[in-house]
């Protein structure tokens, strides 16, 4: 009985506190009209990109009730606290509701916030623990107590966060609408009323979709408490969603939302004046220049295109262009400098950085013949864009002229958990899947990444392989960002962007005329998705960082567009619009950073011998070719073993003589006019053995059947069986081949284990 006594006076006592608490005054201070400042949002020069949080741009201003449309307090009613009138502070019908719903959910799914309770949290700091859910109920009650419910809604109000830094219905209806709040139409008023739940990621700024779906939401409600009809309420479906001419400045829309949303996530004051990075001149150019790239590819399916600019030293953002139109109805909004998708061979260069530092050099072989390769997936034959194949390639060729199957057997080489550490070091953060989930595709960018990533990963080895954040606000006169992370050496970084500047190296895939000649040296890359989907073109130079994107942000595919015909034209009008504001400077010479300069042969990159073609090439130190080329001889040219089905195939010819034959370090040569008049096997060669790799399916263990000098139809048989198809799978054993053409015909014997 003591125990339940104690707990009698106990609640008593708590019920006077807590009426003495309601019946207290409250404090004037804390419903005095707001003084807080505008956010005044500037380029690099002090222009005004945009304002947020007043109506008029200045300080915050106070619109009374009486002042604002009706629509907008009947809106926040029936969206938000439909018994608003009614109740004294809590509703006890959506608290009931809510214990409900949460109960069953095991969660809470539900609140019972009225516009009171939430005014308490706008005016007195709050948490948002179950002890603080009294004290909001108390303060609800307390504001009742002492407020009219006219009051109450022009305090709520004009304190409402509604998005991208504005506080209150005026500065929302000016962003949003450029229209003051006594101008309010039904559609607005619904949907700003909607927007109170999730004002960041709802506001037709960030998103138009759902935006609209919001506004549905409002509608409906409007509808449902008899404050609209529903004729009234079809009219405001049809009204849009934004209204791009406002009485404020909102220029480069993209980039001032995305910082805006940054700074409300990391919970930054928004007022005074901010001085970004931007630099508006440059902005509206480039605007109109991916404007008049979507024009000019129009009739090839191509509807959007998007470019960002970095500043390498600072990392700082000199140019955002998120969209052709940022006001279009239907995807203005979306913005591809952080979208992320398939970036193709534009990863390819930090794939060779990693490699350059594991013993690979520029002067490396590198076979670009047909290659299969198991996975877990099932066979993985990758083709290059011409699908043609090259042969043996130096590395410098395979990446300037991006071709794929050498960017594979590299990654086969580096390990894929190596490339996507390093792509993490490099700042792509959107690769968030593990090494086994993209596999050696990863090398050819299956992976998704956003346009911002892809800029500052080049400007990364613009800085010699060191990463650094980007910034959007302006740094100081001489500040540099420290650096956080490493993707490669200074030499490897330097080497890779040597490689993309050098037009003679990207020939053998881009031919001698490409939109990457500029009157200064800049390392330039294309890449492209599967299906024609994305393009991407990203230009360097010792001073900025250039990327662009065309394509259709539906994931529609382009008809033909590739990086020479689409991103490329924008990348090289682009740079030049960059350089014309800042010096794009020298990029580093391989020499000047201590690389080492060797004669080399052009086709083997080894030392050259007697009769090797030399180029000179760039070699960390200690990395350059120890042996001399034994590919070339008086009158011809002698390939290694794995090219020999190649060049007969292809019927390629070096120096007047063709390889034909397989083994294991022989290289048989035959002249061009004895090919002619003899008819060969030239795969497989006799005496060549097989092993069938464990655990694969027959019908991958083949080899090609292959010959030359024929005249006429060729016939093939393996142990006096007709074989049809040009492959044979493989049966343990050993086994008589025998190709006929006519009257002429040879044999191989082989083993297979």
Not at 409 to 434: I, M, P, Q, W, Y
Request: charge should be neutral; aromatic fraction near 8%; glycine fraction near 10%.
């Amino acid at each position: 009985m003591r125990a339940l006594r104690w707990s009698i006076a106990l609640l008593g006592a708590l019920g006077i506190a807590a009426g003495a608490f309601v019946a207290w005054p409250v404090p004037r201070a804390l419903l005095a009209p707001s003084d807080a400042q505008t956010l005044l949002l500037q380029d690099r020069q002090g222009r005004l990109l945009r304002a947020t949080r007043a109506g008029d741009g200045s300080l915050a201003r106070w619109v009374p009730l009486s002042s604002m449309d009706p629509d907008l307090p009947r809106a926040f009613v029936a969206v938000e606290d439909r018994r608003f009138f009614t109740h004294h502070g809590i509703d006890v019908h959506a608290v009931g509701r809510a214990l409900r719903d949460n109960l069953r959910s095991r969660g809470v799914v539900s609140g019972a916030s009225t516009l009171t309770m939430q005014l308490a949290r706008l005016v007195y700091p709050i948490g948002h623990g179950p002890l603080d859910k009294v004290v909001q109920a108390l303060w609800a009650l307390r504001l009742e107590a002492h407020l009219s419910k006219n009051e109450i809604l022009e305090q709520y109000l004009n304190r409402v966060p509604l998005g991208q830094g504005t506080v209150g219905v005026a500065a929302a209806m000016r962003l949003y609408f450029g229209a003051g709040a006594d101008q309010a139409s039904l559609g607005q008023a619904a949907l700003l009323a909607a927007l109170a739940q999730a004002p960041s990621s709802r506001n037709p700024i960030v998103s138009q979709g759902r935006a609209l779906a919001r506004r549905r939401i409002g509608l409906a409600a409007l509808e449902r408490e008899g404050w609209a009809t529903g004729a009234e309420v079809a009219r405001a479906l049809e009204e849009p969603v934004l209204d791009q001419h406002g009485t404020r400045p909102f220029l480069a829309p993209h980039f001032t939302s995305r910082l805006l949303l940054d700074a409300e996530a990391a919970g930054r004051p928004l007022v005074g004046t901010w001085r970004t990075s931007l630099d508006l001149a440059l902005q509206e150019e480039l605007e109109a220049e991916v404007r008049h790239t979507v024009a000019t590819l129009g009739d090839r399916g191509v509807e959007h295109a998007a470019t960002v600019v970095l500043d390498n030293r600072s990392g700082e953002v000199l140019a955002w262009v998120g969209s052709p139109d940022f006001w279009a109805d239907t995807a203005g909004q979306v913005d591809m400098v952080t979208s992320p998708r398939q970036p193709g061979s534009s990863l390819k260069p930090f794939l060779y950085a990693l490699a350059l530092d594991r013993g690979v050099t520029a002067a490396t072989v590198l076979a670009d013949i047909a290659t299969t390769w198991q996975t877990a997936a099932g066979p993985y034959h990758p083709r290059n864009y011409d699908r043609r194949f090259h042969g043996p390639v130096r590395v410098r060729e395979a990446l300037a002229s991006s071709f794929n199957i050498p960017a594979v057997l590299l990654a086969e080489k580096v390990g894929v958990g190596t490339l996507l550490n390093g792509l993490h070091d490099a700042g792509f953060a959107s690769l968030g899947r593990s090494a086994e989930h993209y596999g050696l595709g990863l090398a050819l960018g299956n992976g998704d990444v956003t346009l911002l990533e892809l800029a500052n990963g080049y400007r990364t080895l613009a800085n010699g392989g060191r990463w650094s954040p980007t910034r959007t606000i302006a740094l100081p006169t001489g500040d540099a960002p420290a650096t956080t992370g490493r993707l490669a050496s200074e030499r490897a970084s330097a080497l890779v962007l040597d490689i993309l500047a050098d037009p003679e190296a990207r020939v053998p895939g881009f031919g001698l005329s490409t939109p990457f000649d500029w009157p200064f040296r800049v390392a330039a890359k294309t890449g492209t998705s599967r299906h024609f989907t994305d393009n991407w073109a990203v230009g360097v130079t010792q001073g900025f960082t250039v990327a662009v994107w065309v394509g259709n942000f539906s994931g529609r595919p382009m008809e033909g567009v590739s990086g020479i015909t689409g991103a490329g034209p924008l990348l090289h009008r682009a740079v030049l619009e960059v350089a014309a504001r800042y010096a794009p400077g020298s990029l580093p010479r391989p020499a000047e950073l201590g690389l080492e300069a060797h004669a080399i042969c052009r086709v083997s990159g080894l030392r050259p011998g007697r009769y090797c073609p030399t180029v000179t090439e760039y070699f960390l130190p200690g990395s350059a070719p120890d042996h001399t080329c034994d590919w070339h001889e008086a009158g011809g040219v002698t390939l290694p073993v794995q090219y020999a089905e190649w060049a007969s195939t292809e019927g390629r010819t070096m120096g007047g003589r063709t390889t034909l034959t397989l083994g294991d370090s022989a290289h048989a040569v035959v002249p061009d006019s004895a090919r002619a008049r003899r008819f060969v096997i030239t795969s497989p060669a006799d005496g060549d053995f097989y092993r069938i790799p464990p655990g694969v399916e027959a019908q991958y263990a083949t080899i090609g059947l292959r010959s030359a000098g024929a005249r006429g139809t060729v016939e093939w048989f393996v142990d006096g069986r007709r074989v049809a198809g040009g492959r044979w799978p493989l049966v343990p054993g050993q086994h008589r081949i025998r190709a006929r053409a006519g009257q002429a015909s040879d044999e191989v014997l082989i083993t297979v284990e």
